[in-house]
């Protein structure tokens, strides 16, 4: 790693313990802390659950395989986009009508205490693991580009990330998201923009589409590629409309907000992800 690296990523990581402290006065009861108090605002928040759907995967995985068959990865995003649409739509406005602070009290709300300390304890375990998978990832995104030492981003990133949640709430990992989601788009975008004039520009590119056939490489049968595709779709909006993921409807002022900003997060998904991965491919 360069010493211009170095100096990018510590300036970053202070950058962003700095903004985690400025917000950290917002929170002043377990409300402020869990949701916001429900008075965040909606780009806000937009921002916040925009972030929440990208990994190390995205950029990496993901652009590869985008770059190996094309359309075929985008469909795990529309899948997202067309679920938060979905819950625009439905789900929001009822979901925030319920007035409780945490998805936890909704499950109890609607199914019972039972149900609600099953599902708490079995997402104590889940939730681990997932984040100890993605830390992985990130280890070896960043071992593979930085050579940085695997177990000194899975500690260094681990101890930041709790750090900032637990130093104030929704609010600082709101404030920090909005942060990440606007050196994203500068970076894709100046990046995305530098790709497309080296291809020689957008006629080139979809010249240049990497198989014969929008299914990708290797699909023998038609019918498996338009299974998985229904599949997913159907999966990513389940997965955004489910009792745990409908949090991100109660940190909003009202309903109006909460359909606001899942508008603003499924056109930033549809548009900014294709643009991005094919780019970034």
């Known amino acids: 790693m360069e010493l211009i690296d170095g100096a990018i990523v510590i300036g970053y990581f202070t950058f962003v313990l700095f903004a985690a402290l400025a917000f950290k006065r917002f929170t002043t009861d377990s409300s402020g802390f869990i949701r916001g108090g429900g008075a965040m605002m909606w780009w806000m ?5 925009f972030m929440t759907q990208f990994s190390a995967w995205t950029f990496t995985g993901a652009a590869a395989k985008a770059y190996e068959d094309g359309l075929t990865v985008l469909f795990i995003f529309w899948g997202n986009a067309l679920g938060f649409l979905v819950a625009a ?7 925030r009508k319920m007035r409780v602070e945490t998805a936890m009290e909704a499950i109890k709300v609607r199914f019972g205490r039972v149900s609600e300390q099953v599902y708490t ?6 939730t681990i693991m997932s984040a100890a998978i993605w830390l992985n990832g990130l280890a070896l995104f960043t ?11 899975i500690v260094g990133v681990g101890l930041l990330v709790t ?5 104030g709430g929704s609010w600082t990992v709101s404030a920090t998201n909005v942060i990440q989601l606007i050196l994203l788009v500068a970076i894709t975008m100046s990046v995305g923009a530098f790709a497309l004039l080296e291809v020689g520009g957008t006629v080139t590119l979809i010249e240049s589409y990497p198989t ?6 290797n699909m023998s049968y038609w019918q498996v590629f338009w299974l998985w595709v229904v599949m997913m779709i159907l999966k990513q909006t389940m997965n955004t409309n489910n009792a745990l993921s409908c949090y991100r409807f109660l940190v909003t002022t009202n309903e109006r907000e909460a359909k606001k900003r899942l508008c603003l997060l499924a056109s930033y998904l549809f548009w900014g992800l294709s643009c991005g991965l094919f780019l970034h491919g």
Do not use: H
Not at 45 to 49: I, K, R, S, Y
Not at 89 to 95: C, G, K, N, Q, S
Not at 163 to 167: R, T
């Open 45 to 49: 928040a937009g921002a916040t659950a």
């Open 89 to 95: 739509r439905y789900f929001a406005a009822r979901y």
């Open 121 to 126: 304890w079995l997402s104590f375990p889940l």
């Open 143 to 153: 071992a593979a580009v930085f050579n940085i030492d695997l177990v000194v981003t």
């Open 163 to 167: 750090f900032i949640a637990a130093s």
């Open 212 to 217: 014969d056939s929008y299914m990708g490489s």
